[in-house]
T-cell receptor, first 119, second 115 residues
Framework: GAVVSQHPSRVICKSGTSVKIECRSL??????MFWYRQFPKKSLMLMAT?????????EQGVEKDKFLINHASLTLSTLTVTSAHPEDSSFYIC???????????????FGPGTRLTVL | AQSVSQHNHHVILSEAASLELGCNYS??????LFWYVQYPGQHLQLLLK??????LVKGIKGFEAEFIKSKFSFNLRKPSVQWSDTAEYFC?????????????FGAGTRLAVHP
């Protein structure tokens, strides 16, 4: 299957600082990437859809000024958590959509996740 | 709004027992359906998917799922589980709207298999 990487895998930061998380599709070009947040023992909640060359589309309730997304190339999307607070501590997962056969039969490949802890 | 329901939050089985995890979705249009697995400490992996055609889908590691359109269901099954199947299982649906697809996940089912 396709490979998606995330960096860093784990980050601890002080309250008020900003943290950048990278998501890369290693063996395919992804015009669309997604950012999810996973709370302990809960499902993945879609935060935003990142489209190469255009602004991200945020889900309802997600602050776009707090979670900055940049999809600078067909293989890289970044999520920056600005002015992080302890409540932002979570597991952040990205995925990249690999286009299918044109009938909508595409699927997403997930990165390993980034554990953010804000002190 | 579209949603995905997984009926069992926590399932405990002995090895060799049969498994069925329920998944129902609410959306009247065309959907693609997925089951993902997350082993402890690992990232999400695709178990199987349904796009069209035969509603009985076979995936990796002996898993299968059946799409029943009239019931809006996509239950996951395995005839005989192993200890290594201990993981969290997520049902997901993509819907075509707003110009792109997005995955909507169920709450997940945590499966523990005892030797």
């Amino acid at each position: 299957g396709a490979v998606v990487s995330q960096h860093p895998s784990r980050v601890i930061c002080k309250s008020g600082t900003s943290v950048k998380i990278e998501c890369r599709s290693l063996d395919f070009q992804a015009t669309t990437m997604f950012w999810y947040r996973q709370f302990p023992k809960k499902s993945l909640m879609l935060m935003a859809t990142s489209n190469e060359g255009s602004k991200a589309t945020y889900e309802q309730g997600v602050e776009k000024d707090k979670f900055l997304i940049n999809h600078a190339s067909l293989t890289l999307s970044t999520l920056t958590v600005t002015s992080a607070h302890p409540e932002d501590s979570s597991f952040y997962i990205c995925s990249a959509r690999r286009p299918g056969t044109g009938n909508g039969a595409d699927e997403q490949f997930f990165g390993p996740g980034t554990r953010l802890t804000v002190l | 709004a579209q949603s995905v329901s997984q009926h069992n939050h926590h399932v405990i089985l002995s090895e060799a027992a049969s498994l069925e995890l329920g998944c129902n979705y609410s959306y009247g249009g065309t959907v693609n359906l997925f089951w993902y697995v997350q082993y402890p400490g690992q990232h999400l992996q695709l178990l199987l998917k349904y796009f069209s055609g035969d509603p009985l889908v076979k995936g990796i590691k002996g898993f299968e799922a059946e799409f029943i359109k009239s019931k809006f269901s996509f239950n996951l099954r395995k005839p005989s589980v192993q200890w290594s199947d201990t993981a969290e299982y997520f049902c997901a649906v993509t819907t075509f709207s707003g110009g792109y697809n997005k995955l909507i996940f169920g709450a997940g089912t945590r499966l523990a298999v005892h030797p």
